[in-house]
């Protein structure tokens, strides 16, 4: 066999073996060659072939389609994984489900919906499995009857990216005390997309974010940048506030359980507030009440050490402990006009 001539450049010689290395670096680049388009042509497990039309199981790299008719399922005690999920317009309901507890589905990229046929549903129902991607867009029509729904009874979804709604028939429903992170968008109030709490809980755990103005059973602002409401919002049970996150909760109206602030975080509130648990203010945190009537009915507790502050400032308006308050060690509790 005839040995490989060197190549030559303006720059000289390209060795054989310079160029052998770049084949090997082609080689060992999975998402470069062996990333694969497959299509859900059978309603079964995504661990089956015969799913998606004999050709091998979606692995990471891989971009997924779900066919009009076709839904798709997580077995229990497995880890699925893509590049990307797309499921195209029911012509019968379809979708995706998740097994158990123990169903996991990663997807680097974006789940897409399209708009269903009258009388038909797209559904992601995560129940106590584990759901991780990028972003999340629900198609949803403003019509009855034509559905696009993401639920969770006690298990997790994280989207790194936006959770989007394109109409009213967008659903997102909660059936448990399952967790939804969320870093980007979570269905702008603009699209009307509907949300159903439950005992679940929201976190929004991004950088610069705008709570949408839905009630809310748990609400968690953490992560960093500014978190703003916009809108009356409710939240039914506990509000927590962790990390570096800045709250502007204008339209805050109710908290019905605790109020809790830890780290760094910041919160400023500008419309009459009650809270029917414990407020809990950590190190390092500050407390911003304007000229507004605050009212507490649980305990209410300044961390300990030097930077405990729990710090009022308000010019005018009423605040009313009528549980116990604790001044921690090293705490402090004041009020400026």
Do not use: H
Not at 176 to 186: C, D, E, P, R, Y
Not at 196 to 218: C, L, R, W
Not at 275 to 288: D, E, H, Q
Not at 295 to 303: K, L, P
């Amino acid at each position: 066999m005839r040995s490989m001539p060197s190549l030559k450049t303006t720059n000289g010689l390209i060795k054989r073996s310079a160029l052998a290395l770049a084949l090997t670096a082609l080689l060992l680049s999975p998402s470069a060659v062996w990333a694969a388009a497959r299509t859900a042509s059978v309603t079964g497990n995504w661990n089956n072939t015969a799913t998606w039309g004999g050709s091998s199981v979606p692995v990471a790299g891989d971009t997924v389609t779900i066919n009009p008719t076709i839904t798709v399922t997580i077995p229990a005690a497995y880890t699925a994984a893509c590049t990307s999920v797309s499921i195209l317009a029911p012509t019968a309901n379809n979708g995706l489900t998740f097994a158990g507890a123990t169903s996991v589905l990663n997807v680097s990229g974006a789940i897409t919906t399209a708009n269903p046929a009258a009388n038909f549903t797209t559904a992601i129902a995560v129940g106590a499995g584990t759901l991780s991607a990028g972003s999340i867009a629900l198609a949803g029509v403003s019509t009855v009857n034509r559905y696009t729904d993401l639920t969770l009874s006690t298990g997790a979804i994280t989207v790194s990216g936006d959770i989007t709604s394109a109409g009213t028939s967008s659903r997102v429903t909660f059936s448990g005390a399952g967790t939804l992170n969320v870093s980007g968008t979570f269905i702008s109030s603009t699209a009307a997309g509907t949300f159903t709490p439950s005992t679940g809980t929201v976190n929004y755990n991004g950088a610069a974010q705008t709570v949408s103005v839905y009630t809310y059973n748990n609400l968690s602002l953490s992560g960093s940048g500014a978190k703003t409401m916009t809108g009356v919002t409710t939240v039914s049970s506990n509000l927590t506030l962790s990390g570096s996150a800045t709250a502007t909760l204008a339209a805050l109206t109710t908290v019905g359980g605790n109020l809790a602030l830890s780290g760094t975080s910041t919160a400023t509130l500008g419309a009459n507030l009650a809270i029917g648990g414990n407020l809990s203010v950590g190190n390092g945190t500050t407390f911003t009440a304007g000229a507004f009537t605050l009212t507490v009915t649980g305990t209410t507790t300044v961390g300990a050490g030097a930077s405990g502050l729990l710090t009022i400032s308000s010019a005018t308006g009423t605040k009313t402990f009528t549980g116990a308050v604790t001044i921690n060690a090293g705490g402090a509790l004041t009020e400026s006009a």
